[in-house]
């Protein structure tokens, strides 16, 4: 970013007030009567009811629309590890846009643990209070550990948004970019660089959705996770294959899709040059992605380029997913966020590109035209259709596979984040 940029991205944050949220009041507070029924002594009837049947709870609080976002701060984008305080940006980030897009109310919450059980822990004891929890921004793998924790000891539902969330937006942007470019998804030659929380997850899905395991090469640090490796935890070592290939170099020789989940400026030109016909490009770190679209651009005039940031085409970030996820997963009161319904997420997304995009859209991209293709192959976030379409998947799923507690919305489909609460 130029200096211009980045000062005008700190005057966001500290002006005209520090930070991006604040709490609103929902209930009138202006004379001595409100304040008896808000506060003492009116307070009590409901905590008595909630006292009797914790389901009161949905009724008389706020837990129904409440998310905590809640992170260590060890992954903070691609920024590495800042610690928790560092990351309240990001997770304060989020609850704009479940507010925004989805009409959610959001807590960020910044743990300082010392190890992934105290964090564990710590977000057992204060989960009742939430209508789910989305972590966020931990790194692999000890986030795997603990969202598997979480979600056994939690009834509510715990997802780790840059597993899940970026996954599901992930194989949504691969399905159509591999539609555009002429190839299917179970021929193509995938490699994915980064082997964390993000990585691990984009491509369990991308093979859950038709994409071969032993035709996707994943990478860290070290290089390529081949079956030869003895330092691999057990996540790297699902996606370990019989190959000869040792670095990148070797293994972008001829490959259909990259998928970087990495850090910044990890694909050269060069190793661009060396993908097949059409190839398929998300480089996806944040904020500075594995190539930049202008290279790779300038480079490749054959190739479908995705970035994780909002100031570039395609872009494939998990804030096409978690509101509408949890949203759809709130209104039925899901007790987790399962399979089938990121599966639905995916479809719903894929699917909505398709479709002819609004003028609001247009508008607010400041484009003249917008159409399913090279440059287009996932929604914009700004697209207010997702509401209806990724929550309603959602909350269909959650309801045919036995997660929901509660029948399907009849206030759905939702045209504004103004209808939520029916
Ligand atoms: N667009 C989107 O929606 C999202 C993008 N992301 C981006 O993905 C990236 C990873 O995030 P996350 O999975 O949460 O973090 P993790 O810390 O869990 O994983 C990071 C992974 O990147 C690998 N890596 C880092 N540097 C290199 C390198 N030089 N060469 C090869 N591999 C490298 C690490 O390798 P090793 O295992 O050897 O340490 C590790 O496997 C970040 O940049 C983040 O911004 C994440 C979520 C959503
Ligand atoms: C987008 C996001 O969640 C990340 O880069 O970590
Ligand atoms: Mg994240």
């Known amino acids: 970013m130029t200096d211009a940029k980045k000062q005008a991205a ?4 500290s002006q005209p007030i520090p930070g991006k949220l ?60 800042l610690g928790p305080l560092a990351s309240k940006p990001v997770m304060e980030g989020k609850g704009v846009l479940f507010k925004k897009f989805a009409g959610i109310n959001s807590v960020d ?14 977000v057992a004891r204060i989960a009742d209070t939430w209508g789910g929890i989305n972590l966020e921004d931990i790194k692999a793998p000890e986030c795997f550990e603990i969202e598997r924790a979480l979600v056994e000891q ?26 555009i470019a002429g190839k299917k998804v179970e021929d193509a030659r995938v490699v994915c660089l980064g082997a ?35 330092d691999l935890n057990q996540y790297k070592a699902m996606f370990a294959t019989e190959t000869e290939r040792r670095t990148l170099d070797d293994a972008i020789e001829g490959a259909d899709v990259f998928v970087g989940l990495s850090g910044p400026n990890l694909l050269s030109p060069e190793q661009l040059k060396k993908m097949a016909a059409n190839p398929v490009v998300f480089a996806c770190s944040n904020p500075d992605p594995e190539i930049h679209p202008d290279v790779a651009n300038a480079v490749r005039d054959d190739v479908i380029m995705a970035t994780g940031r909002s100031d570039f085409p395609n872009q494939v970030n998990n804030v096409l997913g978690f ?21 639905a997420a995916v479809h719903a997304l894929k699917d909505l590109a398709r479709e002819p995009v609004p003028q609001e859209v247009l508008d607010a991209y400041e484009l003249d035209k917008l159409e399913f293709g090279c440059g287009y192959i996932i929604p914009t976030p700004l697209d207010t259709r997702l509401l209806d379409r990724v929550s309603s998947a959602v909350a269909q799923a959650a309801v045919d596979s036995g997660v929901a507690r509660k029948p399907y919305p009849s206030h759905y ?5 103004e ?4």
Do not use: W
């Not at 039925?332 to 966020?337: M, P």
């Open 196 to 230: 964390g929380a993000a990585a691990v997850a984009c491509m369990k899905l991308l093979v859950s959705c038709g994409a071969r395991a032993e035709h996707i090469y994943m990478l860290d640090r070290k290089g390529v996770i081949h079956s030869g490796r003895e």
């Open 323 to 343: 509101p509408f996820i949890f949203r759809g997963a709130l209104d039925v009161r899901a007790t987790r966020i399962n399979e089938e319904m990121k599966v």
């Open 10 to 13: 700190l005057d966001y944050h």
């Open 154 to 179: 939690c009834s509510i539902p715990v997802f780790h948004d840059d597993q899940h969330g970026t996954a599901i937006v992930t194989v949504a942007g691969m399905l159509n970019a591999l539609d």
């Open 413 to 417: 489909p939702l045209t504004s984040v």
């Open 419 to 422: 209808e939520v609460y029916g």
């Open 22 to 81: 604040s709490v609103e009041l929902t209930k009138p507070t202006v004379s001595a009567k409100h304040l008896a029924l808000a506060y003492s002594p009116g307070v009590a009837e409901p905590c008595r009811e909630i006292a009797r049947d914790p389901e009161n709870a949905y009724l008389y609080t706020g837990k129904g629309n409440l998310v905590a976002v809640i992170s260590d701060g060890s992954a903070i984008l691609g920024l590495g590890d």
């Open 109 to 122: 919450i910044e743990v300082n643990a010392e190890s992934p059980q105290a964090f564990i822990d710590t």
